[in-house]
Structures are given as C-alpha cells and as structure tokens.
C-alpha cells in the first residue's frame, strides 16, 4: 500500500523542482491529497461523459431513525453517494419511486398521495434529495431506516496512513497526477520557471490521470464492484445493483 509519506515525496519530486518558491508545499499538500481522494472516490467525469462508479471498499451501511413530525432526516454524516438500497425496521427493501431510483424526487412526489409531505402512517416511499432521506407516510413512533450506500473516505493525516478505498495499484498514479495537474493549475504563472513549462506539466499529468481513471473504471468493471445483499430475514438472495 502507498502511505501518505510515499505519496508526498512522488508529489514533491515534482513540484519542488518546477517552481521558483515551494516553501508554502508542505503546508498545503495534505490537504491537496485528502481532497483528491475524497474527487475521485466521489465519481471523475470521464471523456466519454459517464461519471467513474463507487469505489467497492467504500461500501457502508447506516440507520436512519425517522422523525415523528418530519418527512425527512439526515443522511449519517458518513455518506457520500450512490444509495443503492432502503430497508425498513424489519429488513425488508422499501422500493425507488417507480420508474427512478431513489435520487428521483419528482418521481417520488407523483407518487405520493400528499404533494406538502404531510401524509402520516406507515412508510411506503422514500427518496434521496441532498444529505435527507424523505419518506411517506410520516410513522406516529419513529423507525429504524436503513441505508446503503458508499461513504466518504476517511482522512489522512500520519505518514504511515493510506488512501481510503483506492485500489493499492492506482494509489499513486491517481493521486500524484490529481494533485499536480491542479496544483500548477492553481499558481500563478510567475512562481515557475516558465508559462511553457506550466502549461505541459498541466496537460501531462491531466492525460495521466485520466489514463490512471480508465483503468480504475476497468478495474471497477472486472471486479463487479457492487456487493450482493440479501432482503428479509431469509436465504433469497437478489443483487440490488446501484442507483446513479
């Protein structure tokens, strides 16, 4: 695996001798690494307009206990994107809205009897819009919701920590090449030697990281990134498949 103290020294090489002053480097890197990270585990648009999937160890699950006087409550804090499946307080999957996902909300408004959220009762149709998760009817006793999905990658800080649900193969073509494209991007063209050099390095470690991507959605593909999950209490398998 490639640990934070790895990754900085492959990013410094480079930087540290294209610029006029890096002095400042080492207070900004770790956060630059930290936010690459959490870009790429959140879905890169790639040239062909398709945004990369979740990252299979991203996986996660959590509950949501629903309000009695509300028609939504947060996501938990740890979500980042794609959920994929809603089960109520006996583990049994409450569906998308028909014809969406769980990311249709306008879908989910048609095909509730109170378009103000105001219905009370049993839950029998959920979405996702921002950080909440809706629901209809609103229960008089709260319920136990859970929710999977894939959550944000936890962040690094010691040299010996390492990039969170990035496949130890890519960790540092991603990240390197992420972090340097948008660095020389960010600096103004007097801190380099020259404008010439800053714009190639731009465009070498932009073609390298979508070429370190391709692989990623390859890798992702061959893998079947998606878990199999199970509904109800019994041994019927189904594979839920994601919800983009």
């Known amino acids: 695996m490639a640990a934070l103290s790895d990754i900085r020294s492959e990013i410094e090489a480079v930087i540290q001798s294209d610029l006029l002053n890096a002095s400042y480097l080492s207070t900004t890197l770790n956060t630059r690494i930290n936010r ?14 398709q945004l990369s999937p979740p990252l299979p160890d991203l996986y996660s699950s959590g509950t949501v206990s629903t309000s009695t006087s509300a028609a939504y409550k947060a996501l938990p804090a740890t979500y980042q994107r794609n959920v994929f ?14 014809g969406g996902d769980y990311y249709s909300f306008m879908l989910f408004l048609n095909s509730i009897s109170d378009k103000s959220l105001g219905e009370s009762g049993s839950i029998y149709r959920v979405c996702i819009k921002g950080n909440n998760l809706y629901y209809q009817g609103i229960p008089t006793a709260s319920k136990d919701l859970t929710v999977h999905f894939y959550h944000k990658p936890v962040v690094i800080s010691l040299d010996a920590d390492v990039p969170d649900g990035i496949p130890e193969f890519l960790q540092v073509k991603l990240i390197k090449n992420y972090v340097i494209r948008e660095f020389f991007a960010d600096q103004i063209k007097e801190d380099f030697k020259s404008e010439q050099l800053r714009q190639s390095r731009i465009a070498w470690h932009d073609s390298e990281f979508y070429s370190a991507m391709q692989d990623l959605v390859s890798y992702i593909g061959d893998n079947e990134g998606e878990p199999v999950y199970y509904r109800g209490g019994n041994s019927s398998f189904q594979d839920l498949g994601v919800c983009d």
């Open 36 to 49: 690459a990270i959490t870009a790429i585990a959140g879905g890169i648009m790639m040239p062909n307009l």
């Open 85 to 98: 499946m809603i089960a109520d307080d006996s583990d049994e999957r409450i569906p998308p809205p028909p």
